[in-house]
RNA sequence: GCCGGUGUGGCGAAAUGGCAGACGCACAGGACUUAAAAUCCUGGGACCAUAAAAAGUCGUGUGGGUUCGAGUCCCACCACCGGCACCA
């Protein structure tokens, strides 16, 4: 079957160098870099004896991949994979059965059975030798299913004494461990994998690990018997899908004079190519994709034929952001000003997508794909940076009440829907966003939903009048037409709310919210934000005048949150405020706070005996390090702790802290 | 096995190296009520003590270290979660 390939292994070192340059958590980094799994090494050329009859031919030759060229004085035989192509030739007479025997088994097994029955290791001679390159040595060729012919060259020289599947293999099978690495003091060098020094290793002999894998590999330079070699994990991505739905591929298929097949892209007029109507979405009885079914669509006037293989699901998913911005765009995938916009760098946003929130599941591949799009794209010169998502936070999941994973299985799933129509839209977003850290998987509590839909219910009351809300409840049972909006009209704000001028008492909490609740929010901390709104509501809860103005800016920190019950509670203020412009509140600005208003005049003052609290004390803010220090001397609670004692120290920080130390 | 992360009350969690446990849940006591719900007030790490308190001791997974002072920094270990796993 003919496939589509997109060859994102060609940008691996792209992907992999600029993970340094965009904000994304440790763990998130490491993951791709592993799936890119780049491996420095070298490619080490092995002639296969007797494979020439005249002195003058080439020998048959092996390829093998190692990261560690300074053992290969230890190498004490070889393995190809059961499937590489040197194998059939190479095979002798006498071990052909075995061999193809083993082919067989192997073939056989899914790559999970490979890998899952890896504890023991298995393998069949091929009764052929390879020469050492460095010592002209015999060695023996194996053919074992632990090593893959995905990977490197398919064929590895082995290193019992420095590689721990080498060494389990040379031990089942009764083959030399030769040991050429001296490890540290202490270490047993069989089974050794780490830096040591080379030993056993003739002209590299003495050199540590490092240089000796320099030296070693300009050797094999020199005489072109190998080469430095970067290998990574990442496989080109298989790109196509057949079945119907899915972008179809915008290549047709056309013949040369001398009747070959040759594809061409089709032009840009003609894009975006849809998918045709079907009634039928199964596959042709001969096997093609359900695209052949449209024979119509299929073949295009000038005899040439449609590509019919649709593309995967990634392929939406790997440049939606960049077609979201401009949607409606029938000219182009996004208008270049449209991406310059909102895509580029300027002083009010950030390179790329500005905030890209997405869960784990998508760290290799979502991330990776869209990554590798994106590279092509800026490298076209369609878009303007080199990455889509500078900063990516990953949220945590929601665990069920049990503290496991939701899953219909265990039963444990709450239903949003449920928490919604019981608690509301408000009490539902603010209580994901208190439970604690957005980055952090925690347990589902539907009491906690009740705590914070209390806390809106406080909010509610210390705007609205009570008996006024009886009366909205009474008309509301009356009401023939339920969705009377009208209704709410005779929802009234409490007397207590006032447009009067706030009390230095008032605007201090206040301030103190709305520096603590902008800090909070660019740094994406929501649980503190609330629970500072919270010690704000119960303190002005406690005021006999509520001053609009501080309601309102209290309304402006809200929004974000609550956004439905703030809005209502803002349009019913705006009524009380003469005056005031009819705003709707995600319209207005953030509110300031004065740094001014939080300074305290008297504060307290721990004071510690050898680093314990024995007592605080109330100073003046203004109160200098000689006067803390000799009130906490004299101070009667901390006397006992210093009788019979020599002060040796005083360690006094202005406006934090005092602490005696005393022997 | 390797890589990354997390360990703090009964629970979710706070805490620029400086009063551990803010805020919330659950719980207990009280007020309002004929009663309940709702609401409001009060309490609360453990131990020891007490009629009740005060005072005291211990306390952030375990063991060391640095520091006047460590939940926070360093070293070793343990447990749990996530990812990768014969990648030469």
Redesign the pocket.
């Known amino acids: 079957m003919r496939q589509w390939m997109l060859r994102i292994t060609a940008y691996a070192e792209k992907l992999l160098a600029d993970l340094d340059t965009i904000d994304w ?4 980094k ?2 791709q ?3 890119i ?1 780049k ?1 420095e ?1 070298a490619e080490v050329v092995f002639e296969i004896d007797g494979t020439r009859i005249r002195a003058e031919e080439e020998y048959e030759k092996v390829t ?5 060229p300074d053992t290969l004085f230890g190498a004490t035989y070889m393995v190809l ?1 059961p499937e590489h192509k040197l194998v059939r030739s190479i095979t002798t007479q006498a071990q052909r059965a075995a061999i193809e025997e083993y082919q067989k088994i192997t073939a056989s097994k899914s ?1 999970l059975e ?2 899952e ?6 393998g069949v001679f091929t009764g052929s030798f390879a020469i050492n390159p460095v010592n002209r040595e015999r060695i023996p060729i194996w053919i ?14 082995a ?1 019992p004494a420095h ?4 060494f ?1 293999f040379a031990q089942k099978f009764n083959l030399p461990v030769v040991q050429v690495v001296e490890p540290p003091a202490g270490k047993d060098w069989q089974g050794f994998t780490d830096d040591g020094v080379a030993v056993n290793s003739d002209f590299i002999s003495g050199l540590p690990t490092q240089e000796a894998k320099k030296k070693i590999t300009k050797w094999l330079t020199d005489r072109k018997l190998g080469k430095k070699t970067i ?1 990574y ?1 990442l496989r080109d991505w298989l790109f196509s899908r057949q079945r119907y739905w899915g972008e179809p591929f915008p290549i047709i298929w056309k013949k040369d004079a001398a009747g070959n097949l040759y594809h061409e892209a089709l032009p840009e007029s003609s894009l975006p190519l849809l998918p045709p109507t079907l009634e039928d979405y199964k596959p042709t009885a001969d096997g093609q994709p359900p695209l052949a079914r449209a024979t119509d669509w299929l073949h295009l006037p000038d005899g040439s034929l449609r590509e019919t293989n649709t593309m995967p699901q990634w392929a939406g998913s790997c440049w939606y952001y960049l077609r979201y911005l401009d949607a409606r765009n029938t000219g182009a995938f996004v208008g270049k000003d449209v991406e310059a916009y909102w895509m580029g760098k300027s002083e009010v946003t950030k390179p790329g997508v500005d905030l890209y929130v997405g869960g ?2 998508h ?2 591949l979502h991330l990776l794909y869209a990554r590798f799009w994106h590279k092509v794209l800026f490298d076209l010169g369609q878009v303007s940076t080199a990455e889509p998502f500078y900063k990516l936070v990953n949220q ?2 929601i665990l069920g009440e049990d ?1 496991q ?1 939701m899953s219909k299985s265990r039963g444990n799933v709450v239903n949003p829907d449920d928490i919604l129509v019981e608690y509301g839209a408000d009490a539902f977003r603010l209580y994901e966003m ?4 957005l980055q ?4 589902w ?1 539907t ?2 939903v ?6 809106l ?2 909010v509610w ?1 210390l705007f609205v009048d009570e008996t006024s809300e009886t009366e909205f409840e009474q008309a509301e049972t009356t009401a023939t037409d339920k969705a009377n909006v009208k209704l709410l009209a005779l929802i009234a704000l409490n007397a207590s709310i006032k447009d009067v001028p706030a009390s230095p008492g008032q605007l201090k909490p206040l301030h103190t919210c709305i520096k603590k609740v902008t800090e909070d929010l660019d740094a994406m ?1 929501f ?2 934000a ?3 709104m ?2 704000f509501i ?1 303190e002005a ?2 005021w006999e005048i509520q001053p609009v103005s501080v309601l309102a800016t209290f309304l402006q920190l809200l929004q974000p949150f609550a956004p439905h019950l703030a809005e209502e509670l803002w349009s019913k203020l705006q009524a009380l405020q003469a005056g005031a412009p009819a705003t709707s509140l995600p319209y207005t600005a953030w509110p300031k706070y004065d740094a001014a208003l939080l300074v305290e005049a008297v ?4 004071v ?1 005996v ?5 007592d ?1 004390i109330k100073v003046a803010i203004t109160a200098t390090a000689a006067e803390l220090e000799a009130l906490a001397l004299k101070n009667e ?1 901390v006397q ?2 210093l009788a019979g004692k020599t002060v040796k ?1 005083v ?1 006094v ?1 202005p406006k ?2 005092v ?1 005696i ?1 005393a022997v």
Not at 64 to 68: G, I, K, L, P, S
Not at 144 to 157: C, E, F, K, N, P
Not at 440 to 443: A, I, Q
């Open positions: 958590s440790d763990s998130l490491e993951m870099r592993n799936w799994g491996s090494g093998v991949f190692t990261t560690r994979s790559d490979r890998t029955l890896a504890k023991e290791k298995t074992a299913d632990y090593v893959l012919a995905s990977y490197g060259t398919g064929a590895i020289m290193v590689d721990t599947r080498d389990e290998n994990k784990t599941e760290a290799v945590g999941l503290g994973k208190f439970m604690g850290p952090d998987s925690k347990p509590n009491k906690g009740e705590g914070v839909y209390r806390f219910g406080r009351r901390r649980n503190t609330i629970s500072a919270m010690v119960s809860m406690k504060i307290e003052i721990p510690q050898n680093g314990k609290l024995r605080v609670n006992p702790y120290k360690i920080l934090k802290l602490n130390v």
